[in-house]
């Protein structure tokens, strides 16, 4: 257990012929590593200077939720990123990196001030999901999260969002809509983890590497379906490994997609922006007229089953014609 | 082996399932046929059952008005999902309940008389989930209110995103977030209603952003769903957690409102809300032309007027046309008051 938490493949494991389902649960394992570099850890090897920003100006500061201004190679960025612990007691601090409202308030917050400041934004997404608790429904997860989401997708200005290790949901989305998408290697992108994803759907969360596979999560399955624009390779064992390494990679990769947006106009920028996310989601549209409902059935057939209601002559009833209220099921967090 | 008897107390679970229905407030029975009649509102208790999306646009439009837009969307399989059926038959089998192609029908209607870019979820297909359909009818009713320039209603009734469609719809929450804050800019306004269930990633995009936000009396409306905040943080959830009255105390919906009374009261909240149009005030589909009215007001007022006051903002085809009205009024005719009219940019 150990060893498959740390990403380590256990004793006489091969890694050549891994079968999909085995290889997409490592890669969801590898994501989650605890030894996995965090924003501020990167931005540490990457920048020449960082000032963390903290507060949401209404509620407090959210320590899951890290943001400020760095210095890159002489180019001023400003930074937003989840923060998971190092260890348990930090881990405790930072919520496991799933913030609340304010975290993404404070987020938003920084953000403004970058677009103000003509600052490009770099965003270091690794998150299991936003915070799913009372707390954050009180003070309104939903709608810092949508609200995050509308900035971002009309900010004047260039937005660079890295998905490090764990792309968990709508938490994730909140900080990764960008003018370009960037992966790491061993990083997941999905819409519910899977353990939910399976809990929902195959009713049992054993099946959670059978969803992460259904769900194509893996950076290089996002890759292919557009949602991410590029993904860039770890050394050796992974991230977790080598840190350093994987922290030079990505510096280059930055510097290159900065010294790139900067080079486009604002407004062709954001329109660019809009274009992408407009055309997400595939759908067909066809002139066929409409699929008929069931045909209600006649007074007889109702009185039939009236007096004799073990002998059902109907058909049998649709899942979704049923009229008792059922509680919802939740499809998503 | 053994003996059989006949059973001559009809079991409850085995009425008809089309003919009555019980109500899981106060367990009374209610006859369909009635409880359709009653806006599939509890007649005892006030319990408000789902409602179709057919029966929600009879209920919130003027009788005969709408017109249904992009009728012919419908989901594919982009990842070639397959859990315990394969995505695909999932629709077919939803589409034959339902009769619906998706989860959402979209178009443009009236409300007391005054046009609307409406979208309408119903739970019955799929729990409402949102897929790339759905993201791209709420978007295309955005983008029709904001080229119209006519107000946006949606009413959701969603368990959240569609996880068949996996991060693509996810992407659908950016999509619809980005076109609102669109029309946000251009000053049209957004009524968001949420009805019973309105979860998830529906909730977390499009939902909350109305620029009002209604909701119907005891729907369940939350961001994460009860199962996963108890599962995930062993806490205790509050009474009433995640219900229209818990948001509304939190400060997230502006009023709570009966589905009776819904209709009149999204009729007397766009009747103060009215789409922008760069400072001044107009009727898209005008009915009442204030421009018009204003214009031929003015032309009383101060008949004396400089035709280069009037036209800074005007359109160059609309200045030429004014040239030429000015050339007939030096004529001898006076048609200023139609010029002018007619130097408004046109949204008749």
Redesign the interface.
């Known amino acids: 257990m150990v060893d498959r938490l740390l990403g380590r493949p256990r004793d006489g494991e091969t890694p050549q012929p891994m079968d999909p389902k085995a290889a997409v649960w490592r890669q969801v394992q590898l994501a989650r590593n605890i030894n996995r570099p965090r924003t501020l850890e990167f931005l540490r090897a990457i920048a020449d200077e960082v000032v963390e920003l903290h507060g949401d100006r209404g509620f407090g500061d959210d320590p899951a939720i890290v943001a400020g201004f760095a210095r890159i190679e002489g180019r001023r960025i400003a930074f937003v990123g989840q923060q998971k612990g190092a260890d348990t007691e930090e881990n405790i601090r930072r919520n496991f990196g799933m913030p609340h409202p304010e975290g993404y308030r404070k987020s938003m917050r920084v953000m403004e001030l970058a677009e103000r400041f003509a600052l490009p934004i770099v965003t270091f997404v690794d998150v299991p ?6 707390e ?8 810092a ?3 995050s ?3 971002m ?2 900010l004047r200005t260039p937005i660079i969002a890295i998905i490090t290790g764990e ?1 968990g ?2 938490g994730a ?1 909140a900080i990764a ?1 960008g003018d370009v998408v960037i992966a790491l290697e061993n990083a997941v ?4 983890s899977p353990e ?2 399976a809990a ?3 009713r049992t969360a054993d099946e959670a590497p059978t ?1 992460a596979l ?4 893996s950076a290089q399955e ?1 890759l292919k ?1 557009g ?1 991410i624009d590029r993904v860039v390779p770890e050394p050796g064992e992974g991230a977790h490994a080598e840190p350093a390494e994987t922290a030079r990679r990505l510096r280059a990769v930055i510097i290159e997609q900065l010294d790139h947006l900067s080079a486009i106009g604002l407004d062709e920028l954001v329109a660019a922006r ?1 274009r992408r ?2 055309a ?9 007229p ?5 045909p ?2 006649g007074l007889a057939d ?1 009185l039939r ?2 007096l004799d ?2 002998r ?1 002559s ?1 058909p049998t ?9 059922e509680p ?6 | 082996m053994p003996i059989k008897l006949p ?1 001559f107390r ?2 409850k679970d ?6 009555w ?2 109500c ?1 407030s106060c367990s009374e029975m209610l006859f ?1 046929k009635q409880l359709d009649k009653a806006d599939r509102v509890c007649p005892r208790c006030g ?1 408000h ?2 409602l179709s999306a057919s029966a929600r646009l009879a209920l919130l439009l003027d009788e005969g008005t709408f017109e249904e837009l ?7 399989d ?2 070639g ?4 059926k394969p995505y695909p038959d999932r629709i077919a ?9 998706d989860a959402a029908v979209r178009g443009v209607g009236r409300i007391d008389g005054r046009p609307v870019s409406i979208c309408v979820m119903d ?5 409402g ?1 949102m ?3 759905v ?2 009818k709420v ?1 295309r009713a955005a983008e029709e209110a904001l080229e119209s320039r006519i107000p946006l209603i949606v009413v959701s009734a ?6 068949q ?11 619809t ?6 029309l ?2 251009a000053r049209v306004p957004f009524v968001s209603v949420m009805s ?2 309105t ?3 529906v ?7 109305g620029d009002v936000n209604l909701a119907e009396p005891n729907a ?1 409306i ?8 108890a599962g ?2 062993a ?1 205790e ?2 009474p009433g ?2 219900r229209s009255e ?1 948001l509304f105390a ?3 919906i502006d009023r709570v409102v009966p589905r009776t009374e819904l209709r009149a009261e999204i009729a007397a909240i766009l009747r103060f809300m009215r789409p922008g149009d760069d400072g001044r005030q107009a009727e898209s589909r005008g009915f009442f032309d204030p421009i018009g009215f204003l214009s031929s007001l003015a032309d009383k007022v101060v008949p004396d007027l400089g035709p280069a006051d009037g036209i800074d903002a005007a359109p160059q085809e609309a200045i030429n046309r004014e040239a030429a009205n000015r050339e007939a009024a030096r004529n001898g005719g006076r048609k200023r008051g139609t010029a002018r009219r007619d130097a408004e940019p046109g949204r008749g």
């Not at chain 2, 085995?14 to 003919?19: E, F, Q, R, T």
């Open positions: 999901g936003a915070h799913p608790g009372p954050s429904e009180e003070r309104g997860i939903a709608d999260i949508a609200r989401i509308g900035l997708s009309r792309g949901s709508g989305l809509v992108y999905s819409v519910i939910g994803c929902i759907l195959w969803a259904a769900m194509r999560m996002q379906l949602v809009y996310y407009r997400f989601g595939p759908y067909t549209e066809t002139t066929a409409a699929v008929a409902p069931p209600s059935r109702r089953d009236l209601p073990g059902w109907g009833p649709l899942p979704g014609q049923s009229r008792r209220d919802p099921e939740p499809e998503e967090v | 059973s009809p079991r085995a009425y008809p399932p089309d003919l229905t019980k899981p369909n319990h059952f789902r992009d009728a012919g969307l419908q989901s594919v982009p990842l999902f397959v859990d315990q089998a939803a589409q034959l309940a339902t009769g619906m192609r739970f019955g297909f799929m729990g989930s897929g790339a359909v993201g791209e978007t969603s368990g959240g995103a569609r996880m469609e996996g991060t693509l719809a996810l992407m659908q929450l950016v999509k977030c980005a076109a609102l804050e669109r946000r800019v019973d269930p979860t998830g990633g909730f977390a995009s499009y939902a909350v952003l369940l939350g961001f994460a769903g009860a199962r996963v905040s995930t943080i806490q959830l509050p957690f995640q818990f939190h400060g997230f």
